[in-house]
Nanobody, 132 residues
């Protein structure tokens, strides 16, 4: 059972990146999937999440209007499209999952805070650097 993030990199302010979270050894069925990020010297914080049951999405204020989370069922991935990137978006981005109703995951993300409980599976993270 493994989560693998990809798609990070160096981008200029105003640019875009698309991150992908792939599940290996299991599927996302019956779970919510969330993206968190952690900048140097800061706590991990929620960014965006999605319910695989109904596609309901939710975002931290920092991500609203700029980030879009989606499911690619064929690839068994959850993607995070990030547009209008800012230097403050620089961080390592992680994905995680929680079985539905995923109350802790959803609350963490909407509040833009760290995980409210210990989620079982985390990926290794992918670095996003926004700099000119």
């Amino acid at each position: 059972v493994q989560l693998v993030e990809s798609g990070g990199g160096l981008v200029q302010p105003g640019g875009s990146l698309r991150l992908s979270c792939a599940a290996s050894g299991f599927t996302f069925d019956g779970a919510a999937v969330g993206w968190f990020r952690q900048a140097p010297g800061k706590e991990r914080e929620g960014v965006a999440g999605i319910s695989t049951r109904d596609g309901n999405t939710y975002y931290a204020d920092s991500a609203k209007g700029r980030f879009t989370i989606s499911i690619d069922s064929a690839k068994n991935t959850v993607d995070l499209q990030m547009n209008s990137l800012k230097p403050e978006d620089t961080a390592v981005y992680y994905c995680t999952t929680e079985p539905l109703p995923a109350i802790a995951l959803k609350s963490s993300i909407i509040k833009g805070i760290g995980p409210l409980r210990s989620f079982t599976h985390w990926g290794q993270g992918t670095q996003v650097t926004v700099s000119s």
